[in-house]
């Protein structure tokens, strides 16, 4: 059986060489000098608008982890819509569901650290002091070891309290839900 040689291929030529365009478009480097009477209206529009973000996102958090069709989120709009335009309370609301699954995606992460972190000081507990077992080496003395024991210990108990527990809800409310989140009790104050 014969094979047919294959052609060579020849080299492309190439194109002469030629300077890209800069981007058209402006970017705005300082901040916008307007007269008084302009920079007080900008901020009471960015006042109302904020105040009606800030109550869309608390109402958000109030409905809870519900599925995409059951958020209300056109009934949330339709509301907004009366007090802004439809663009704004479009935009609003589509914030605050995006607001909602990014911190519920970094509360799912915290937790999975704090998982890991529990798997990693239980394996170095499991330990003796100053020994190595499978690759894990246990911790350098006794201080250290009950230390971490502990840490373990309040971590696994301090989780479920706050993470299954509802923050207080509400635009005036949303610092009280930070500090109740990092304080670990299991009973909010509503403000």
């Not at 030629?18 to 900008?42: K, Q, Y």
């Not at 109030?62 to 056109?74: F, S």
């Not at 907004?80 to 992460?109: C, F, H, I, N, P």
Request: charged letters at 25%; aromatic letters at 6%; a positive charge.
């Amino acid at each position: 059986m014969t094979r047919k040689r294959a052609k060579k291929r020849e080299l492309r030529t190439l194109a002469a060489p030629f300077t890209v365009a800069a981007p058209p478009g402006a970017r705005i480097r300082e901040r916008l000098r307007l007269p008084a009477a302009d920079a007080e209206a900008l901020r009471l529009v960015g006042r109302h608008l904020g105040h009606h973000a800030w109550a869309d996102l608390a109402e958000r958090v109030r409905l809870g982890d519900v599925k995409a069709k059951d958020n209300q989120r056109a009934a949330r709009k339709k509301a907004l819509t009366a007090v802004s335009s439809s663009r704004w309370a479009g935009a609003m609301t589509r914030a605050s569901e995006d607001q909602y699954q990014l911190s519920k995606r970094a509360l799912y992460d915290e937790r999975a650290m704090l998982r890991r972190a529990i798997r990693v000081i239980n394996n170095r507990l499991a330990v003796p002091c100053g020994q190595r077992r499978n690759g894990v080496r246990g911790y350098p003395n006794q201080a250290d070891d009950s230390r971490n024991s502990a840490a373990c210990r309040h971590s696994q108990r301090a989780w479920p309290a706050w993470s299954s527990a509802s923050p207080p809800a509400g635009p005036a409310s949303w610092s009280a839900a930070v500090a109740w989140r990092n304080s670990g009790t299991t009973s909010p104050t509503r403000a």
